[in-house]
């Protein structure tokens, strides 16, 4: 039961830390028992989904969860997980696993979908996203969630199983305009950059050829399918991006690692392996997108190799009239803490540098687009950043956590 412990820990790590936290996001295997063959095999299943949800902290915190391959193989899945909007027809279920279907949700301005990869028939997965893309065509966001991680910087998924789907799904993804994609099982940390298809006919797999083949080098060579659109020098902000961002965000438990790959591809940004348990916090706004993983014991924010910042934010645009709003609200904010007297000095004197830092980009006429975008993103910062001498809640953010 470590693996219960250990994510109970990292629960209440991660919300003591963040405690306007709205729901949990998994991208799969809650649990890692695989085989139903036996009926001790389904009891060991029943007793591990059991260690998931014991937590106190989730009998009032929403939980969405998407299918891992440990999960695939038994209905136990969606006997203990209600997901919404789930997939009924037959051309958004051809293929399904035993576990469950597609499903997408709304929360704020940010639609999520997420999908099951352990079904290789993509045509299912693009008929769920048209759907939910075409019932929420207002969201200011879309996020993907999957569990075989296209897109990652593992040991030895991602350049084996890991990217059986990629040249089937990255077209999908890009013709959706998918903001940024959620993975799950390389147990490592990773970033990529920017990136979109490459446009071209490839082949499609259902599963990885044997090394050292010719079929594995054709693997190879179809899955180099596409493009890097932002530059090689690595940025941490983005603004008014083309293309999806990648995210792999290690275990939430540490019950199992793997090795980061010898050699770094090059669609990775950046990428870890801490050998700790590690958390990822998501923060929306009408402008912005921030993600920033975190150790679960100190819940100081992870360091890539490289001494590489993992917080990564996605700036859509944004005009003075913008930033002057956000100045205007971190001044009323500023205001606040001063009256209440229960935050650190020195976060609120950073809040108030800040402001001030703003106020000269907005009132000078050369400002950039650029300019303008980090002023508000470090706005957002600051207040986020705020450090109560006790607890005190401000304003909801998002909190995903990859148990596996």
Not at 93 to 107: H, I, L, V
Not at 140 to 166: K, N
Not at 286 to 291: A, I, Q, R
Not at 351 to 373: F, M, P
């Amino acid at each position: 039961m470590n693996d219960a412990y250990n994510w109970n820990h990292t629960l209440s790590s991660a919300l003591s830390a963040h405690s306007n936290v709205s729901f949990i996001l998994s991208a799969g295997d809650q649990i890692n028992q695989t085989s139903v063959s036996k009926d001790a095999d389904k009891l060991e299943q029943q007793i591990k989904y059991a260690g998931f949800l014991s937590s106190p902290l989730l009998r009032s915190m929403p939980v969405a969860t998407t299918i891992g391959n440990h999960d695939s193989k038994s209905v136990n899945y969606s006997n203990h997980f209600n997901n919404p909007n789930t997939a009924t027809s037959v051309a958004t279920t051809e293929g399904k696993t035993d576990a469950g279907t597609d499903y997408y949700f709304t929360y704020g301005n940010t639609l999520f979908v997420s999908i099951d990869t352990n079904n290789y028939n993509c045509a299912t997965h693009e008929n769920v996203i048209k759907e939910a893309v075409e019932a929420n065509p207002d969201a200011t966001w879309r996020v993907l969630m999957f569990h075989q991680d296209i897109y990652g910087s593992g040991y030895d998924h991602s350049d084996s199983d890991g990217i059986v789907l990629r040249t089937q799904l990255t077209p999908i993804i890009d013709k959706y305009d998918f903001d940024a994609v959620l993975q799950g099982h390389d147990h490592t940390y990773s970033r990529t950059y920017q990136l979109s298809s490459d446009g071209q006919t490839h082949s499609s797999y259902q599963s990885a050829p044997k090394t050292n083949t010719d079929d594995f080098s054709a693997y190879l060579g179809d899955n180099a399918c596409y493009n890097i659109l932002t530059n090689i020098e690595n940025k941490n902000n983005v603004v008014n991006p083309e293309g999806t961002v990648y995210f792999e965000a290690n275990s939430a438990t540490g019950s199992k690692y793997y090795q980061l790959i010898g050699t770094q591809q090059n669609y990775i940004a950046a990428r870890s392996q801490s050998w700790r348990p590690t958390y990822s916090v998501i923060d929306f706004t009408e402008t912005t997108l921030t993600v920033k993983t975190y150790d679960a014991a100190t819940n100081t924010e992870l360091v890539a190799d490289g001494n590489i910042k993992t917080s990564y934010t996605i700036v859509k645009s944004v005009e003075k009239e913008d930033l002057k709003k956000e100045i205007e609200s971190a001044e009323v904010k500023l205001g606040e803490v001063k009256a209440a007297g229960t935050y650190t000095e020195e976060s609120v004197q950073k809040l108030s540098d800040t402001i001030d830092a703003a106020k000269a980009i907005y009132e000078n006429a050369e400002s950039t687009t650029t300019d303008v975008a980090s002023a508000v993103t470090s706005l957002q910062e600051a207040v986020s950043a705020l450090k109560p001498w006790i607890t005190v809640k401000t304003e909801t953010i998002l909190i995903t956590i990859y148990l596996r």
